[in-house]
């Protein structure tokens, strides 16, 4: 895989996935621009590592589910580097709760963020991409929106959300060659499962056909395929990186 003249965009890279995914298209080429809501030093801090690879990278903290912050992340991306190659939707919380105990503030926040961001960044990047009649739009999804889980009603119907969006635009832009693809992480290794007891864990893992939790690099590696010239006849697909969970 080279991505080596490729300008790519991904959201929610600050740590986590997001910053996996950032740090793997820059280690393949990639011209990247961080971002993130909050504070800017973990952001910089981000940036700073692509560069030390001697790859071009700019962090711009803004939020995903403003349209006037989505325009300003866009506008600068292509003032600065002329075009965007690649988005990756890679933004999303959670707020777990009991459906009976899910406020409106729990349900609007993760709506908002984990699939409202993915259409105002893809309805953004679309002009330019249209323009130059290629790009890779990768929505990180999940399996839980495929499989559903208890306490997560807002997150399985952000996440599936994604999927039918994914769906959706790809059919409509695939004749400017441009491709749309979903990811569905299974149990990733972040900071959400670092939290857990080992005992927990380890009950965690027996749920996992491969017997294992996974990395942020895992699914850095299929954002990178995806991404790449390689995956130019995939679009519209949703790629499990579960170790087996949604087919088990």
């Given at each position: 895989m080279n991505l080596s003249n490729k300008v790519a965009i991904v959201?929610?890279?600050?740590?986590?996935?997001?910053?996996?995914?950032?740090?793997?298209?820059?280690?393949?080429?990639?011209t990247v621009v961080v971002?993130?809501?909050?504070?800017?030093?973990?952001?910089?801090?981000?940036?700073?590592?692509?560069?030390?690879?001697?790859?071009?990278?700019?962090?711009?903290?803004?939020?995903?589910?403003?349209?006037?912050?989505?325009a300003r992340l866009v506008e600068t991306t292509i003032n600065t580097y002329g075009k965007i190659d690649i988005l990756v939707n890679n933004a999303g919380i959670t707020r777990d709760q009991l459906l009976i105990r899910m406020s409106d503030e729990d349900w609007d926040s993760v709506i908002n963020?984990?699939?409202?961001?993915?259409?105002?960044c893809t309805r953004a990047?679309?002009?330019?991409?249209?323009?130059q009649r290629s790009g890779r739009i990768i929505n990180i999804a999940s399996i839980i929106g495929i499989i559903g889980n208890p306490g997560q009603a807002n997150y399985a119907s952000a996440k599936a959300g994604v999927i039918g969006f994914t769906r959706s635009i790809a059919k409509e832009v695939a004749s400017r060659g441009i491709t749309a693809n979903a990811i569905a992480p299974g149990f990733i290794d972040t900071k959400m499962t670092q939290k857990l007891?080992?005992?927990?864990?380890e009950e965690l893992a027996k749920r996992i056909p491969a017997g294992f939790i996974g990395s942020p690099r895992d699914i850095a590696e299929a954002v990178a395929f995806l991404a790449s010239e390689e995956a130019r006849y995939i679009t519209g697909q949703v790629l499990n990186v579960d170790g087996g969970m949604a087919g088990a």
């Open positions: 959201t929610g890279s600050a740590r986590g996935i997001g910053q996996a995914i950032a740090l793997k298209l820059a280690e393949v080429g990639a971002n993130d809501i909050g504070e800017s030093e973990p952001l910089e801090k981000v940036a700073a590592e692509i560069r030390a690879m001697q790859r071009q990278s700019l962090a711009i903290t803004a939020d995903v589910t403003s349209s006037a912050d989505v963020v984990d699939l409202k961001s993915a259409f105002l990047v679309l002009r330019q991409m249209l323009k007891e080992p005992k927990q864990r």
